[in-house]
């Protein structure tokens, strides 16, 4: 048993096998055994979501760049105040498909708004909170891009390569940042060596935690 909470994020560009790589998590969660939730940004809550079928799949409407980043910290602060705080204050651990790197790079760097904004509005929104673990699938842009197999992709899923490149530019910077919360994996490698490699990271801080 954990004697705290532990808040986990995923990251990665478009076809890096974050939602493959969430499942086999799950899997091992439940497995180990370790109390947790799974939430999503956008998205997680009510709110959350409607923000996340307006940004992401209303094409009919045209979305700033600088109104973008605000919905999406606006979807944030609601994920944190009624999902995520109250599960770590509770010790469970808080899985989160994408947070604040991911506007650091969509926004900031895909959008070009810069990272002085988006670090305007994480100071704002989560000053006192970060995720104890980020886990970063990297993966060259074209390869991405190739293994993406949507019918209908959503209006970021719409964007060229160019966007894509600038993507993967900020991860990379964040990581060079952050090099102890943000740990690389290869998203070119076998499956089950990604898997291995966030398992790994992943049993690591939960036994520093129990």
Not at 1 to 7: I, P, V
Not at 63 to 70: G, M
Not at 170 to 182: K, L, M, N
Not at 189 to 207: F, G, M, R, Y
């Amino acid at each position: 048993m954990m004697s705290t909470g532990l808040f986990i994020t995923l990251e990665g560009g478009e076809g890096a096998g974050k939602s493959t790589l969430m499942g086999r998590i799950q899997d091992w969660l439940e497995q180990a055994p370790i109390e947790f939730i799974i939430t999503r940004e956008p998205g997680g809550t009510r709110l959350g979501e409607q923000v996340r079928d307006l940004l992401l799949h209303q094409h009919q409407s045209a979305v700033s760049a600088q109104a973008e980043l605000l919905l999406m910290f606006a979807a944030r602060a609601q994920n944190l105040a009624e999902t995520i705080r109250p599960a770590l204050a509770a010790g469970k651990l808080v899985l989160c498909d994408r947070f604040t790197d991911a506007s650091f790079a969509y926004q900031g760097g895909g959008r070009q708004l810069g990272a002085a904004l988006v670090a305007q509005l994480e100071a704002a929104v989560h000053p006192d909170l970060q995720p104890d673990l980020t886990l970063l699938l990297d993966l060259p842009v074209a390869d991405g891009l190739a293994r993406k197999h949507a019918d209908i992709p959503d209006r970021i899923e719409s964007e060229q390569a160019a966007f894509f490149q600038r993507v993967r530019a900020a991860y990379q910077q964040r990581a060079r940042q952050f090099p102890g919360r943000i740990k690389v994996i290869d998203a070119a490698l076998p499956q089950e060596q990604v898997v291995a490699a966030a398992i790994a990271h992943l049993k690591k801080l939960t036994e520093s935690a129990c």
